[in-house]
């Protein structure tokens, strides 16, 4: 792997984190979840040691990537970083119990897409079905930012995982598209 893919990987996946952490504080607040919230500092954490990682390589490869894409780079990755900043102040909102400021529920409430955490128990739609199983991104406009299994979050979940009844979904997409899954989980409820 030559220095620019690997910096360009390192970035990716920065940027990947900060956007996820973004998601998982907007749902602790939605949610008033401080499981989710502490979810929102541990990954954090990891954005953090991401961007240490990619300055130590960016300060030992600076001769070959030059001065100049160094410092692009940097100021990149801590925009990035600045991101992952405000989801942790978002998810120490919820775990201190403070209000959330009306903005926000003004915010989430305007917006067309949307975040839903679905538990999988006994009568959910996803008990039993791999994560390579539910393709309703295509069809319904929601994607899977999440799942926390065996009390781990794990994002971008791999398509192996098989859902277990106690794990979580942390779903994103437009409002239709959640309408529609929230009424699907509802009707198998109904059906027990």
């Known amino acids: 792997?030559?220095?620019?893919?690997?910096?360009?990987?390192?970035?990716?996946?920065?940027?990947?984190?900060?956007?996820?952490?973004?998601?998982?504080?907007?749902s602790s607040i939605l949610y008033e979840s401080k499981?989710?919230?502490?979810?929102?500092?541990?990954?954090?954490?990891?954005?953090d040691e991401l961007r240490a990682e990619l300055q130590k390589l960016l300060i030992e490869e600076g001769e070959e990537i030059g001065t100049e894409t160094a410092i692009a780079v940097m100021l990149?990755?801590?925009?990035?970083?600045?991101?992952?900043?405000?989801a942790k102040d978002l998810a120490f909102t919820v775990l201190r119990g403070e209000e959330i400021h009306p903005v926000l529920e003004l915010a989430g409430e305007e917006?067309?897409?949307?975040?839903?955490?679905?538990?999988?128990?006994?009568?959910?739609?996803f008990l039993g079905k791999r994560i390579g199983d539910l393709t309703f991104d295509d069809s319904i406009g929601v994607?899977?930012?999440?799942?926390?299994?065996?009390?781990?979050?794990?994002?971008?979940p791999n398509e192996s995982i098989q859902l277990e009844k106690g794990d979580l979904l942390l779903l994103s997409g437009?409002?239709?598209?959640?309408?529609?899954?929230e009424e699907a989980e509802e009707e198998a409820k109904d059906i027990e």
């Open 1 to 26: 792997m030559s220095i620019y893919q690997e910096i360009s990987e390192k970035l990716r996946e920065i940027k990947d984190k900060s956007e996820i952490a973004l998601y998982l504080a907007y």
């Open 35 to 47: 499981s989710i919230a502490k979810g929102v500092l541990k990954f954090e954490e990891e954005i």
């Open 76 to 86: 990149l990755t801590e925009s990035m970083e600045r991101i992952s900043d405000f």
């Open 111 to 125: 917006t067309n897409e949307q975040v839903l955490i679905v538990k999988v128990d006994e009568d959910s739609i």
């Open 143 to 156: 994607r899977i930012i999440a799942v926390r299994h065996k009390d781990v979050w794990v994002y971008d």
């Open 174 to 181: 437009y409002r239709e598209g959640i309408e529609i899954l």
